[in-house]
T-cell receptor, first 114, second 110 residues
């Protein structure tokens, strides 16, 4: 399995600002994903982070609100832009192997927007 | 559209009891099914992965089964312990994406 770290682990931000979350993996991985978990809810996929090309977004999520970068096979960032209180959630990155498609998750970033 | 349902939403049992968590999905065209554990405010820990060609997987006190044709999976926990208290999530994978259920919140009382 892969070891995944995220920064920051938590943050409290003001409405209208942006926050960039980093995800670092200890080995090269084919697939990286970003999920959102709203309070009391399950996980929803935001996008697949593609190395060297634009991320693939799920319905209801757009690049202007959640820009994603993936400069190499071990690192990705998710930015939450122009935040509102509705963006208060845990944001998790995950990685998957092309062989088994098993996914492993980072510890998450708990975001509170005031 | 794939939908994943977990029953029950919450479960409280005394220590030592064996228990079963249920997961159902609407589209049987899945590649695999994965069970996770989530502690409050934390990330997810992968417990078991069942490939679509498999019927079950075991890890220690955990056993997960998969019946693709009926769209069901169960997670069996033997001899439950207070440390098993957490939310258990199942997720089905199809087309490279995981679709999650709402989870079962398990509380094991000493």
């Amino acid at each position: 399995s892969a070891v995944i770290s995220q920064k920051p682990s938590r943050d409290i931000c003001q409405r209208g600002t942006s926050l960039t979350i980093q995800c670092q993996v200890d080995s090269q991985v084919t697939m990286m994903f970003w999920y959102r978990q709203q309070p009391g809810q399950s996980l929803t996929l935001i996008a697949t982070a593609n190395q060297g090309s634009e991320a693939t977004y799920e319905s209801g999520f757009v690049i202007d609100k959640f820009p994603i970068s993936r400069p190499n096979l071990t690192f990705s960032t998710l930015t939450v832009s122009n935040m509102s209180p509705e963006d208060s959630s845990i944001y998790l990155c995950s990685v998957g192997t092309a062989r088994t498609y098993e996914q492993y998750f980072g510890p998450g970033t708990r975001l509170t927007v005031t | 559209k794939q939908e994943v349902t977990q029953i029950p939403a919450a479960l409280s049992v005394p220590e030592g009891e064996n228990l079963v968590l249920n997961c159902s999905f609407t589209d049987s065209a899945i590649y695999n099914l994965q069970w996770f554990r989530q502690d409050p405010g934390k990330g997810l820990t992968s417990l078991l992965l069942i490939q679509s060609s498999q019927r079950e997987q075991t890890s220690g006190r955990l056993n997960a089964s998969l019946d693709k044709s009926s769209g069901r999976s169960t997670l069996y926990i033997a001899a439950s312990q207070p440390g098993d208290s957490a939310t258990y999530l199942c997720a089905v994978e199809g087309g490279g994406k995981l679709i999650f259920g709402q989870g079962t919140e398990l509380s094991v009382k000493p």
